[in-house]
């Protein structure tokens, strides 16, 4: 059971603009509206990452991904291979539409989707109404944190709030694979 009033404190902070950090399946990870480019740009400064390479969006269920993913320009088998291995802590590159912003996918024609498991993770998505940004909560050159007191001072001095929480005890960040042909990337 997550702790609600953590939950819209959380929640709102991110329609305020804000950084929060969050366990995921396995590592701890940092979130904000992605639609909102200053949001965006503060957590790319504050993981020292570059701009080109892209983000994850996470999400409570496929239907939240829908209007970012271009779902019919993947085969019927490959959009099914995706829908299966979800919810989980299957990361995949699909196809963007219009709407994901550069921030997100780094300038590309793709983005990187996930539905997670983790009720956390779900629960903030859901009211948040929406997918959020995930990536891992280091600076980009460390290792990602895989507990609460693992945060950097730097992240946590960064963050508006903190969601409480464990992660699912994967023990490494998500795995990453390419929609179209199923390739491990990460």
Known sequence: MHDHHAIADAVARLRGGGL?????????????????????????????????KGLI????????LDGLVHWQALPQARRDAVHASWPGPNTWIVPATAR????ISGGRDRVAV??????????????FGGALVSTSANVSTDPAPQSRAALDPRIV??????APGETSGLSQPTTIRDAFDGRVLR
């Open 20 to 52: 929060v950090a969050y366990p995921t399946e396995g590592v701890w990870g940092l979130g904000c509206d992605p639609f909102d480019q200053a949001a965006v740009l503060r957590l790319l400064a504050l993981k020292q990452r570059p701009v080109d």
């Open 57 to 64: 969006l996470v999400a409570a269920d496929a239907a939240q």
């Open 100 to 103: 994901v912003p550069a921030w």
């Open 114 to 127: 996930r539905v997670s498991a983790h009720p956390l993770v779900a629960a903030l998505c859901t009211a």
């Open 157 to 162: 001095a960064g963050v508006d709030a903190i």
